[in-house]
């Protein structure tokens, strides 16, 4: 009996080395290989992950200059209603008189008047677009954009730019040509 037990543990032991050392070893080999992937992809995600950081430092440093010329523009904005405030208030301070306008609308003919350029660039004659289209344009630079008929989608308005900004307000000067739909 004690013969036979002795062969069955070297059966046993002839298994373990064979077959489980074996599948341990191969798991170890598997698991160097799974380890090695997952650093390298790892490693993949954060050199991305900083490119998206970097990408986004760049867009908010170069918005945040943009918001800077918003803000200037603003102030500006701001600074010249308040003068225009300032001094209609010493005007009725020292005795000045309302003008027929300042308490409704003005009587009087308009501020600025323009006769804007229409151009027909399809070719399909001028089409304008009406009232009742509730399309708001500031046209004089108070900062309050009006209720205005405008032009079609398929023309557009000859425009002379002379500060060479690029923006159709044609309360500010003019110098270059451009056409703005």
């Not at 070297?10 to 341990?24: C, L």
């Not at 760049?58 to 523009?73: G, P, Q």
Request: proline share 3%; aromatic share 8%.
């Amino acid at each position: 009996m004690i013969e036979s037990s002795l062969d069955a543990k070297d059966y046993i032991d002839e298994i373990y080395n064979d077959k489980i050392n074996n599948y341990v070893y191969s798991l170890g080999m598997y698991t160097s290989g799974l380890l090695d992937d997952l650093l390298k992809n790892v490693d993949t995600a954060l050199s991305n992950s900083k490119s998206v950081i970097d990408n986004m430092l760049s867009s908010l440093n170069k918005n945040i200059l943009y918001s800077r010329v918003w803000l200037n523009e603003l102030a500006d904005n701001l600074q010249h209603s308040l003068q225009n405030y300032a001094n209609g208030l010493a005007y009725l301070l020292n005795g000045g008189v309302l003008p027929p306008g300042a308490c409704g609308p003005d009587t009087g003919g308009a501020e600025k008047t323009f006769s804007p350029i229409i151009l027909d660039l399809d070719g399909d004659g001028v089409e304008t677009r009406s009232l009742q289209d509730e399309i708001y344009f500031d046209h004089d630079g108070n900062q309050f954009a009006e209720n205005t008929g405008w032009v079609g989608a398929d023309d557009g308005l000859l425009v002379l730019d002379k500060t060479v900004t690029a923006s159709s307000k044609p309360e500010t000067s003019y110098s270059a040509i451009r056409f703005c739909r």
